[in-house]
């Protein structure tokens, strides 16, 4: 049902950005954060969506140290809400690499180029980093400018998915005089700290509860 809702959202085309997320982890001393980030896969059978982010950022960080993790989806337009409650595990690395060669060749670079959550000086020198990245890389700036997409570059270590694994799913539907729907599936599943384990570890029945708005 979420993907169902998911898939309407992008097919109505009311917002720019349909798969925004709210991802909330945890740091290692225990506080809270979280972001908007983009959902760039639901696998409905295994239970997990799927985000792309630097794994040394302030979130990838908290991922690899807690992977308990969360996200909120709001679709305003149709008055829907989808909240994922489980664990993060990192994508396995051939996935990350073709969502990576699929990606812009400027994203590509500014994978390269940003240490995600570090401060810098000025915008000047995150952009002065683009020249020594490119040769670094042995990259020919005219090729990139002609036909950057096709260049390969490759993905750096730094940067790649996370799956998020679903332990409930709650579907929230507003409703009139603000008493809403909202149910939640639950299922029981082993924390895992790798895919493989994760995908081992599901998927189990998924038990529903309706619950008041
Ligand atoms: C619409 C939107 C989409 C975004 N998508 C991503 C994303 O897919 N991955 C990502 O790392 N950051 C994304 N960001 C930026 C994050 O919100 C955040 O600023 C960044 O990841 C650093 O977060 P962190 O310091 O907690 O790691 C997005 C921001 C917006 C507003």
Known sequence: MFKKWFDEEAAAGK????????????DADGTPSCRIVLCRGIHVEKGYVILYTNYQG???RALLANPRAAMAMHFDHSDRQ???EGFAVQSPAAESDAYFQS?????????WMSNQSQPIAT???LLARAEPIIAKLKLDPAELLARGNDVFIPRPA????????????ELWLGGPGRLHDRAVWRREMPMASS???ADAGGPNGWISTRLQP
């Not at 990606?103 to 994978?111: D, F, G, I, P, T």
């Not at 730094?158 to 799913?169: D, E, M, T």
Request: charged share 30%; aromatic share 12%.
């Open 15 to 26: 917002t720019p950005n349909p798969n925004a997320m709210s991802l909330a982890s945890i």
């Open 58 to 60: 302030r979130k990838g």
């Open 82 to 84: 989808v909240r994922i």
């Open 103 to 111: 990606r812009r060749w400027e994203s590509r670079l500014a994978a």
């Open 123 to 125: 915008r000047e020198e």
């Open 158 to 169: 730094h940067w790649g998915g996370f799956r998020l694994y679903a332990k409930s799913v």
């Open 195 to 197: 895919w493989e384990a």
